[in-house]
Nanobody, 117 residues
Framework: QVQLVESGGGLVQAGGSLRLSCTASGRTFSLAWYRQVPGKQRELVARILRSGFTRYADSVKGRFSISRDDAKNTVYLQMNSLKPEDTAVYYC??????????????WGQGTQVTVSS
């Protein structure tokens, strides 16, 4: 079982920046960040494959950047030009391969990001 530990959330003013980090306890196929606000579904923010392929939600394109360091089993989310609507709990997610080559999902505990106007 791969476990994820997140860090880097906090309170920032609109227009500011934050960087989230998430370290996995093992090798991963994909790493991603999701976010959720009360009463709404969890939504994908950004995803990066082992190949380096990335995907972003339209709402964060040009402002957020996802990257990974496989030597450290760590994924980063650099968030710039933050807006109040980016306020949410951010969850790290990964897919990892079990001994039968099945992809398994794991989630972090979540970290709060609050953007004040």
């Amino acid at each position: 079982q791969v476990q994820l530990v997140e860090s880097g959330g906090g309170l920032v003013q609109a227009g500011g920046s934050l960087r989230l980090s998430c370290t996995a306890s093992g090798r991963t196929f994909s790493l991603a960040w999701y976010r959720q606000v009360p009463g709404k579904q969890r939504e994908l923010v950004a995803r990066i494959l082992r190949s380096g392929f990335t995907r972003y939600a339209d709402s964060v394109k040009g402002r957020f950047s996802i990257s990974r360091d496989d030597a450290k089993n760590t994924v980063y989310l650099q968030m710039n030009s933050l807006k109040p609507e980016d306020t949410a709990v951010y969850y790290c997610n990964c897919e990892w391969e079990d001994p039968y080559d099945q992809l398994i999902n794991s989630w972090g505990q979540g970290t709060q990001v609050t953007v004040s106007s």
